[in-house]
């Protein structure tokens, strides 16, 4: 008999149904009885300081029930974390970017608000713009902040070993300067927020929310209410992408609207404003010095990095932090200086986005290695290979690495991608490239950072769950019906998924960094045990043996040794609840042991995450000589997520994270005039990928069977995120020998570099 | 210091600002988006064949997206348990009350779905028509329902001791027959009901219910939907008085309906709806005849009860099992026999109605000890004094009387009402009145009957409250929130209760029969207990003792005998979940010991509920001897409810019940002409009592301290409904010498009776 009956299996997601028959209710669907409409009046200018707010001819406008303005907002700082708060609701004296918000209006229908949004009267006075981190950081710049000295928002930097000494005794130095670029999200279900409030001052919030427990505290703190009092319902949400765990502007607007006009307000953004004036991954200026022994091993980095990080500082502190922590990983590096910092410029917020910063940092250190090995003229998938750290490896600032299946994954794709016999035979203007990354799962910040979730057992034999995450997308409902399928030993139809709901149900510190399935997924674990321990207590009873001989499995629970001896699972539940008048749940939380937190501005890493993942990726491409165009052929991953729970999904994750990342390597861009104007805020205007863009997938599946996850599971969705930027890169300078150091790597920038080469030959 | 700081308290109610201010959300406030709307087609028959039902031009109106019959519900009967399944959702082959429910609409306006109504054809064969049980059991009368002989629906019936031994050897006795009315419950919301269905069949019910576990069950049941595939949501209920445990023609209608078009449908009833053809209390024919000894001692009983039930049986088994079992209560009768039948008739369904069978069955024998004390010239006060219960006594059919405070209620209304003092100087035309009632503290049924109760704790030392009971006004949410802020030693606005939620919620089979303080306010006590011992365990490691030497109060956790050695109680709380990472829950859950179930149809109620509650009322009229009418001076009562939980509310259902009770006691009456069509079907035509019609007030609190409840609380609420009617009844005796033996004592009824009497002498 295989080890699980559900895990681990090919299983279709339990929210697809509904989803593609589009019977799912996302937040803009929603209506509540007397409901008003908002709109948010944004700044022009991208940096103004704000005179004077006239509110009093919107006011009069019918239809009209509210407007605010930050004044509405004193005194009231948010930000991830209480030492960051750094911004208010709304801007209040001056804005920071182009698009910040100055103003709301509540309305009985929504072009009346709009209408109203026009007769609002800010007086600005315009003040200089910087743009992006060079700007912001030169001589004389006007500053953003008044308290960042030459705008520089957080600074985080370390060494571990003696660097200089190392590099000394390196046998090849190589340094190299590489610049990432701004890109939006992407999500396809804009932000929306529906706020109503009783008469009592309780406050339902229905948002689309990546981790309702993030947004209920920030309104609980910024406004001054007691955490009983919000209540978060997440109808489904149409993505997120690290981009939804707070919006505060709109939630901030509609629940002071709420609490002012006492009616119902939904406020509901365009694309346009999604993509010109939310989260953005940081521009980053990255500049990198690897030293090695002849054989390839890694022996000293230094590394400055200088990231763009827009107007506030949203998760900044951690997005250079976790920059610094991946060139530790996962290779390995004995020796590393890091200093980096985040520039504050005239820009909306940067944030993480799918994968964080992780993606850069990986999509640094594999093209460096790339370029080193080149220079050496070894095969760079060799020197991989030497580098990998090993299971139970500790790294110098603190990474303890449970279990890593890199080595065999790198063997996997070099195998699936016919490395050798590529690079042995080469096909003009085609490439390969290879590149390792790795991901957290899940991370310890401040305040509650435990999850939890609850099982309720019917008298038929059917499950609910629920539990803190929430579905974004990524299939945590259908991994976690599995989860509590294989503890009862049900079938997953059996197991239903209740709804996101931050008031009477769930603490979770929410979906990011590859969270999920370890963090939610061990609460939902041990509260499905709970349930099996109750049950098997009554089974035990019935069939006169120990409970813990029982085993639960096929909609029976028998005794191990005597498989004959056997119960039908209805007929336990229904004695546990019927004779004994028992009401079955089973409760679950957890989080790794330890009560340390990290500090974002030191490099230890020790209590960070239960564990990591791991990838190796090679693509296969062709570059067109006469336009520079690149396209994907083949990309064949080895991906280490521990046990996967459902490779299905796995596979979605591998897919959708390496295409997204396909966007921001060839083409992706966000763009600004001089005055810091959005210039291409919607999706006519930026390209993201499509399913055209992308090559032909192979993913293997390396089973390490990691010890702190739920049933061997590790974090699972964003390895490939880190990879596709360098295998591409290299893979173009494989096919036609130019080194592109400025992603998106554009067929203009190809063809141009192109050109160069051929000139100088 | 006092032994509580919240519990006992006279607080005001939780959701007091939020019902007041008209910001509370009902069902028929909901809104879903596509919504549409139902519509019920109603029978104009009360007794009839349906021979076709043609449905085309209906479907065929715009705006109309479905029309359904007693065909879409194949096979299907439903009813309070499964072995008193007899009824449809709806008619299929024929019809049995005037008002039952043939066919059902859905439209995109509630118009639309109405005119749709006026387009369904059907055709009907008139049957004869049964309005009462005279004429229900008459020889000849047409059959109800084909099996059941002389149209009796159910019987039940027991001897307990040797009745006819026990008559012969009494001093005195007397047989009467007593008639009490059909009434119809007047809860003030309509019936609601809003289905929505998603694609892989999940419905979400919201709707005005008194027992979402009961709905629940019955819909899963009767459509064989899994229970986890079935979410019930109560918003705020409007009253519901027994009469929203089921409408089942609505619930189904509103479920299959969304089924069929998979949009959201809400059915929303007429109040003349509600009153012409929903439930209604029971009409009863009662022969009771009493034994006594010349000192007043009760020695024997015999009772014959016919009730009129209406076309189905709802739960009837339960009303006329419940009337037997309270001819035993709170007086001590060692020998009784009891023979009832419920009569199927063709007029809607009786069910419980505030109070249930032990309204008339208390009546009855209040009533009955009046005529009897009147009969030897005793004072029936001294004859109830001397047959009340005592504490720790057993009944022969297994009644377990764990506190009684009756004789002292008894003695605080007699000095309350001045009844010894009035009694010797009587003013004319002015009377007092006394009787005595008890009432059950819930009820052990078929299914699953335990209930169940969550508490979250936030970081911020607040408290979130979900409880499987519903809030329909008899101020359980307050109660609960006390018991949660006692346990925990923190104030009551630090308490918020969630909403209802059958999905991911809670079990507990519903309110009803005074259940929901003792039953479910003991699993919500465990829940507060459950996060109070998490709690204790760490506040003790921090202050270095046991976990059970501190004390939980004020917002404090300190040393029982060390009281300066104390912790803020949000320290305490901060420390739990900070510090350890822990999401703070507790679980309770709550039935009685014991597994057996009482059969309605015998009289053995040993299983039947934990305790029992005891109310003494005493009330002063007046008649108006020129017509009749009765006008109500004064109330005193003597409540035994336990400890009771806040006595403000308590006075509040004690004047409810006993106010509601003056309408069946002096005028309420549902009213059909011959063909069984409702004549009074509206607040127009049918009177209820308004404050105009109460008396005085004053309600004395027996605290008794019963070991079974929570805080040593019984079931608090439906004493009072037992009393007023003899109260009343025996006053007008005493007040004008006429015994009236039908109610409702209308002012011509008792003119009349004045005019006999007159006439007589």
């Known amino acids: 008999m295989e080890e699980y009956s559900v895990i681990g299996k090919r299983l279709p997601r339990?929210?697809?149904?509904?989803?593609?028959?589009?019977?799912?209710?996302y937040a803009d669907d929603l209506i509540l009885p007397g409901m008003l409409h908002g709109k948010l009046l944004r700044s022009p200018y991208a940096h103004a300081k704000i005179l004077n707010i006239d509110t009093s001819k919107a006011e009069r406008l019918p239809g009209v029930r509210a407007v605010i303005t930050g004044k509405d907002f004193p005194g009231i700082q948010v930000g991830f974390m209480r030492k960051y708060a750094d911004r208010a609701p709304i801007a209040i004296d001056k804005v920071r970017y182009c698009g910040e918000v100055v103003a709301a209006v509540?309305?009985?229908?929504?072009?009346?608000?709009?209408?109203?949004?026009?007769?609002?009267?800010?007086?600005?006075?315009?003040?200089?713009?910087?743009?992006?981190?060079?700007?912001?950081?030169?001589?004389?710049?006007?500053?953003?902040?008044?308290y960042a000295k030459n705008n520089i928002a957080v600074s985080s930097q370390w060494e571990y070993g003696d660097v200089d000494k190392a590099f000394k005794e390196c046998d090849y130095v190589r340094e190299q300067r590489l610049f990432t670029q701004r890109v939006t999200i992407g999500f396809i279900e804009p932000h929306a927020a529906l706020a109503s409030v009783d008469a009592s001052g309780r406050v339902l919030f229905q948002g689309s929310k990546q981790s309702p427990y993030i947004t209920w505290r920030h309104l609980c703190w910024g406004l001054d209410i007691p955490l009983n009092k919000v209540r978060l319902v997440n109808p489904y949400v149409g993505g997120a992408f690290s981009g939804k765990h707070d919006a505060h502007d709109l939630d901030f607007c509609a629940?002071?609207?709420?609490?002012?006009?006492?009616?119902?307000?939904?406020?509901?953004?365009?694309?346009?404003?999604?993509?010109?004036?939310?989260?953005?991954?940081?521009?980053?200026?990255?500049?990198?010095?690897?030293?090695?022994?002849?054989?390839?091993t890694l022996v000293a980095g230094d590394c400055k990095l200088i990231a763009d990080g827009g107007a506030y500082l949203g998760v900044g502190p951690l997005n250079i932090f976790l920059f610094g922590l991946f060139l530790n990983i996962p290779f390995r590096l004995p020796n590393l200086r890091y200093e980096s910092h985040r520039v504050y410029t005239n820009t909306p917020i940067c944030g993480a986005v799918r994968g964080q910063a992780q993606v850069i940092a990986c999509y640094a250190f594999s093209t460096m290695m790339d370029i080193v090995a080149n220079d050496m003229g070894m095969d760079v998938a060799d020197m991989m290979l030497k580098n990998t750290l090993k299971p139970g490896e500790v790294t110098p600032n603190g990474v303890q690495i449970t279990t890593i299946g890199?080595?065999?994954?790198?063997?996997?794709?070099?195998?699936g991608i016919g490395w050798k016999k590529q690079k042995a035979k080469k096909v003009p203007n085609r490439g390969l490239g290879i590149a390792c990354g790795s991901q957290i799962s899940g991370l310890r910040m401040g305040g509650h950072f435990a999850s939890s979730a609850l099982v309720k057992l019917s008298e038929d034999g059917t499950v609910n769950l629920v539990h803190g995450g929430t579905e974004i997308g990524q299939g945590c409902d259908t991994v976690f019906s599995q989860m509590v399928a294989e503890v009862l030993g049900i079938p997953l139809e059996d197991v239903i998924v209740g709804a996101e709901d931050g008031y009477d149900t769930f603490f979770d510190s929410g979906m990011f960094g590859d969270r999920c399935t370890v963090w939610t997924g061990n609460a939902v674990v041990a509260a499905a045990e709970d349930v099996r321990s109750q049950l098997a207590d009554i089974a035990a009873e019935m069939l006169g043996v120990k409970p813990e001989e029982l085993v639960f499995r096929d909609r029976k629970v028998y005794v191990k040794d005597d498989p004959e001896k056997s119960l039908p699972f209805?007929?336990?539940?229904?004695?546990?609840?019927?004779?004994?008048?028992?009401?079955?749940?089973?409760?679950?939380?957890?989080?790794?042991?330890?009560?340390?937190?990290?500090?974002?501005?030191?490099?230890?890493?020790?209590?960070?995450?239960?564990?990591?993942?791991?990838?190796a990726q090679a693509v296969e491409i062709e570059v067109d000589p006469e336009t520079g165009k690149v396209k994907m052929l083949n990309s064949v991953t080895g991906d280490d997520s521990g046990q996967p729970m459902n490779e299905l999904l796995v596979d979605g994750q591998i897919e959708g994270g390496a295409v997204h990342m396909i966007g921001q390597g060839l083409f992706e861009q966000s763009l600004w005039d001089e005055k810091g104007r959005p210039l291409n805020p919607s999706f006519m205007d930026y390209k993201m990928p499509t399913a055209m863009d992308s090559p032909k997938f192979t993913n293997y599946h390396i089973i390490t069977n990691d010890p702190r996850?739920?049933?061997?599971?590790?974090?699972?969705?964003?390895?490939?995120?880190?990879?596709?930027?360098?295998?591409?890169?290299?893979?173009?300078y494989d096919a036609v020998g130019v080194r592109i150091t400025k992603v998106p790597m554009t067929a203009e920038k190809i063809y141009m570099a192109l050109k160069d080469k051929k000139g100088k030959r």
């Open 709 to 732: 996850g739920p049933f061997g599971a590790k974090g699972a969705g964003e390895t490939a995120t880190t990879t596709m930027m360098a295998a591409i890169t290299n893979a173009v």
């Open 106 to 146: 509540a309305a009985t229908e929504p072009d009346i608000a709009e209408e109203a949004l026009d007769l609002i009267d800010v007086e600005y006075e315009e003040l200089p713009v910087v743009i992006n981190a060079e700007q912001a950081l030169a001589e004389g710049a006007p500053l953003i902040h008044d």
């Open 14 to 25: 339990v929210d697809g149904v509904v989803k593609i028959t589009g019977s799912a209710t």
């Open 406 to 415: 890199l080595e065999e994954g790198i063997k996997k794709v070099m195998q």
């Open 255 to 296: 629940v002071k609207l709420a609490q002012k006009t006492r009616k119902p307000v939904k406020i509901v953004l365009t694309q346009d404003e999604v993509i010109g004036f939310y989260r953005q991954r940081h521009a980053k200026d990255i500049w990198l010095k690897l030293g090695v022994k002849k054989d390839g």
């Open 570 to 615: 209805l007929r336990v539940v229904r004695n546990a609840q019927y004779g004994k008048g028992n009401c079955i749940y089973g409760h679950g939380s957890w989080a790794p042991p330890g009560v340390e937190v990290v500090d974002f501005e030191k490099g230890d890493a020790s209590n960070l995450t239960p564990s990591y993942s791991f990838v």
